[in-house]
C-alpha cells in the first residue's frame, strides 16, 4: 500500500520548536519531490516548504523562511520539517505531499496538527 505517515505534531508555546516527519511506505522519497503544507482553521492550504528529489534543492514560504528547515532521512525514506521558534500563527494541520514537483501532488499523508499556545 502507497501512502505517506505524518507525526510529530503536538501543542507547544510560543518560541518552541517541533519536528515533524513524513515516512512513506510502498514508494521510495528519493523519487519524489517531497512539500510540506499546512491549512489553519477557515483557511486555503498553502505550501510551506519543498525539496526537490534531484540535486535537493529547498523551497520556503516567505512567512516560514529562516525558522523551518526541511531535510531528507534516506535511511529512514522520511522527509523531515524542524519548526523552530514557532509563532501563534504557525498553528494548523500540517500535510506531507509528495509528486514530480512542489505543486505536482501525488501522494497525500492524513495530516498532523500543531498547535501554537501559550
Known amino acids: 500500500q502507497l501512502q505517506l505517515v505524518e507525526s510529530g505534531g503536538g501543542l507547544v508555546q510560543p518560541g518552541g520548536s517541533l519536528r515533524l516527519s513524513c515516512a512513506a511506505s510502498g514508494f521510495s522519497l528519493d523519487y519524489y519531490t517531497t512539500a510540506w503544507f499546512r491549512q489553519a482553521p477557515g483557511k486555503e492550504r498553502e505550501g510551506v516548504s519543498c525539496i526537490s528529489s534531484g540535486d535537493g534543492s529547498t523551497l520556503y514560504s516567505d512567512s516560514v523562511k529562516g525558522r523551518f528547515s526541511i531535510s531528507r532521512d534516506n535511511v529512514n525514506n522520511a522527509v523531515n520539517l524542524q519548526m523552530n521558534n514557532l509563532k501563534p500563527e504557525d498553528t494548523a494541520v500540517y500535510y506531507c505531499?509528495?509528486?514530480?514537483?512542489?505543486?505536482?501532488?501525488?501522494?497525500w499523508g492524513q495530516g498532523t496538527q500543531v498547535t501554537v499556545s501559550a
Open positions: 505531499a509528495a509528486g514530480v514537483d512542489c505543486g505536482g501532488v501525488t501522494y
